[in-house]
Every structure is written in C-alpha cells, then in structure tokens.
C-alpha cells in the first residue's frame, strides 16, 4: 500500500513541475513580447500556437526522443518511412513506386522528405515564387489563393490526404501562381524536388516508372484548357493508374533520355506535349 501512495504522490510531484514549468515559459514568452511592443494580434497568434505545439509534443522531432538515439541507422529509416508513407502514397505515383521499387521509396523519406509545421496564417509559398518543394498535408487546412484568376471567390480549401504544388518536380522552373496559407495550425510533408530527381534516378526500376508518369502528367497539364494552377486540375482518380503509370512507357527511352527528363525535364516536356497537341 505504501508503496502505490508513493507512486501517486510522485506523479502528482511530477505532473505539478510540469504544469509549473508550463506556466513559466508561457509567463516568460508574455513577459519578452509585451517587452518588445509585439502587436496583440501577432501575440495572440504566437501564444495560440505554443499551446497547440505543446499539446503535439509527441510529433516534436525526433532527435529529441532519447531513446532513438540508440536505434540503428537501418531502423531509424524505417521509422522515417512508416511514418511519412500514409501520407504521400495517397499519390498514385508514389503507391506505386512503394511497389516497384521499396528502396527508392526508403531513401526519399529518409532523405527528401521533411516535416513542416504551420502557424493559422502561416504562409507556405507566394506566387512568382520559384517552386522547390511538393507537398501534401499531413493535418489541418490551408487555404490556396490563385493569382491568374480574375475571380475574387477563386480559393480552394486544401485538407489531409491532398498536395499541392507537384509540378515542382516536373518543370525545372516552374513558379507559383497562387499564395497559399494555413487556415489552422497544421503540418504538411515537403518533398525537395531536386532530391526526389537525383534518389530517383539511382534505381532504374523507379526511373522508368517515374519517367513514365512524369510525360504523360505533362501531356495532360498541357491539355487542359484552365487557367495554371499549383492545385493540378488533373482529376487523377478519373485516370487508370496505366494511364499516367503505363508500364512500358518508357522502354524505348535509354537510360540517359530517362534521367534528363527527371533531372532537366522542362526543355523536353514542352517538346512531348508540344507534338501532341499540335496547336
């Protein structure tokens, strides 16, 4: 019996630093804005937001679990990968590059792959921007303002399971043209578009796959008849995956044409959909 009181007292102990040291930082974070002649709504926005990273400590990064400090570097990639893959192979693509080539799909999520977190009205990228990264959102709600439409109601609300920006890996110099914004605290995936082409382009199973992919969602791009967009108005589910995904799509390309249109795509991109069209 002893022994349970002691218990509970010491989590009581424990669980009242937690909450004194809590208070402490927030009283501190107060202390050093009110300081600074902060705005109240800025302030308000930051406060808002450590309380919501705080209650998200078990996403915090994972150099700061001790414990996978003592995990091996194998393990550690297989972690990175379990935990991004429910997210990104909502990508037809990338289901399928989980399939073709599970080492390729290893190596992006351990060396592509990155998680960002957003404040409510954190900005993700603005338009005119040089586009570098794919995203897909991981939690909450981003709100995406298109500047080539004349149209004041052209926004799209942006939620989990979505991404955004893709042709960032297809065209080498692709700038956006749209702002995108979070509408509430919420964490999205990036994808480096120069190290998705360069871990791409190890493997030729994933190389002939994702080349394939890449002509015939560029073909597509070019035929639709919108406005750009960072959102693809591709409807992707109204494709057969051996549609955008055609098996021998690439197999009269050599292994050098391949790598070009992954790594310096935008010069042959144009030249494909270009011929295609014929207009």
Excluded at 148 to 173: T, Y
Aim: net charge positive; with cysteine; hydrophobic share 45%.
């Amino acid at each position: 019996f002893s022994y349970v009181v002691g218990s509970i007292t010491g989590s009581l102990a424990q669980l009242r630093a937690m909450t004194e040291g809590r208070t402490r930082q927030f009283w501190q974070l107060r202390k050093y804005m009110s300081a600074h002649r902060v705005p109240i709504a800025l302030s308000v926005r930051i406060q808002k937001y450590a309380e919501h990273a705080l209650e998200r400590q078990q996403d915090s990064p994972k150099n700061s679990i001790e414990l996978l400090g003592l995990v091996s570097e194998q393990l550690r990639a297989e972690l990175e990968f379990a935990i991004c893959m429910p997210y990104i192979s909502v990508h037809p693509l990338f289901e399928r590059l989980r399939l073709e080539s599970d080492v390729t799909m290893h190596r992006l999520a351990r060396s592509a792959i990155s998680r960002k977190l957003l404040a409510r009205e954190d900005v993700l990228f603005h338009a005119a921007e040089l586009a570098t990264h794919m995203y897909f959102i991981a939690k909450g709600s981003l709100q995406y303002v298109s500047t080539e439409s004349e149209s004041k109601n052209c926004i799209v609300e942006v939620g989990n399971e979505e991404w955004v920006s893709e042709l960032a890996l297809w065209l080498e110099d692709w700038l956006h043209v749209g702002l995108l914004t979070a509408r509430v605290e919420s964490s999205v995936l990036q994808l480096a578009a120069d190290k998705f082409g360069e871990l791409i382009s190890l493997n030729p199973t994933a190389l002939k796959v994702a080349s394939s992919y890449a002509v015939n969602f560029v073909k597509a791009f070019h035929a639709e008849k919108t406005l750009p967009s960072d959102i693809s108005s591709v409807d992707y589910m109204s494709f057969e995956l051996r549609g955008l995904l055609q098996k021998g799509g690439s197999s009269l390309m050599s292994r050098k044409m391949t790598r070009k249109i992954v790594l310096k795509p935008m010069r042959y991109f144009l030249r494909v959909a270009g011929s295609s069209q014929q207009v």
